[in-house]
């Protein structure tokens, strides 16, 4: 089982609607949880981070995390065209010094 | 510019070639990483380094070789490339106190093994 698994997409919705994007995780000891956001042929960079269960806004988008379920979420709220990219879930253990497990990542594509 | 910069940018090479990927920040993070990006299988880390002289093994170590004499530097050899080498290659660091934890990665670096 790989530490980290994201549904796979390709997730395509409308403009204005809101985008769904989930992750689970496998190892219960796991910290702090991050979505990075990575446009076609550029780097990852970061746009959430989560430490506590619940949820967690910053403008349009928000981060729910559930713990015992072992599942992170990111919702975009009012998407837009510029939201189009992949968005990798990644995961950081309690004893790993540092280092993040990535998911596979979703591609995401708003249209117009 | 302080940063984090990777050369080459793009690399082609031939199997059995030695290849060095360079990694550079200068924000003196203490942990910097080596992750490779292939299509299904998202980002995979090869090595990662704590500080300098202490690297450790990641998911995909083999066939790669690092090393980090200098905080900012954190180079990694390809020492005879192979096709299943040809990947795009992201260098990430971070600090020891780093709040959030983020990653801040360079620009990639793309290799093609013939």
């Known amino acids: 089982q790989k530490e980290v698994e994201q549904n796979s997409g390709p997730l395509s919705v409308p403009e204005g609607a809101i985008a769904s994007l989930n992750c689970t995780y496998s190892?219960?000891?796991?910290?702090?949880f991050f979505w990075y956001r990575q446009y076609s042929g550029k780097s990852p960079e970061l746009i959430m981070f989560?430490?506590?269960?619940g949820d967690k806004e910053d403008g349009r988008f928000t981060a729910q995390l559930n713990k015992a379920s072992q599942y992170v979420s990111l919702l975009i709220r009012d998407s837009q065209p510029s939201d189009s990219a992949t968005y990798l879930c990644?995961?950081?253990?309690?004893?790993?010094?540092?280092?993040?497990?990535f998911g596979r990542g979703t591609q995401l594509t708003v249209w117009p | 510019d302080a940063g984090i910069t990777q050369s080459p940018r793009y690399k082609i090479t031939e199997t059995g070639r030695q290849v060095t990927l360079m990694c550079h920040q200068t924000?003196?993070?203490?942990?910097m990483f080596w992750y490779r990006q292939d299509l299904g299988h998202g980002l995979r880390l090869i090595y990662y380094?704590?500080?300098?002289?202490?690297?450790d093994k990641g998911e995909v170590p083999d066939g790669y070789v690092v090393s980090r004499s200098k905080t900012e530097n954190f180079p990694l050899t390809l020492e005879s490339a192979t096709r299943s080498q040809t990947s795009v290659y992201f260098c990430?660091?971070?600090?020891?106190?780093?709040?959030?934890?983020?990653?801040?990665f360079g620009e990639g670096s793309r290799l093609t093994v013939l």
């Open positions: 990644a995961v950081k253990r309690g004893s790993t010094l540092g280092r993040l497990y």
């Open positions: 924000w003196s993070h203490s942990y």
């Open positions: 190892d219960r000891g796991s910290q702090s």
């Open positions: 990430a660091s971070r600090s020891l106190a780093g709040e959030t934890g983020e990653l801040f």
């Open positions: 380094s704590a500080a300098a002289d202490i690297t």
């Open positions: 989560i430490y506590s269960n």
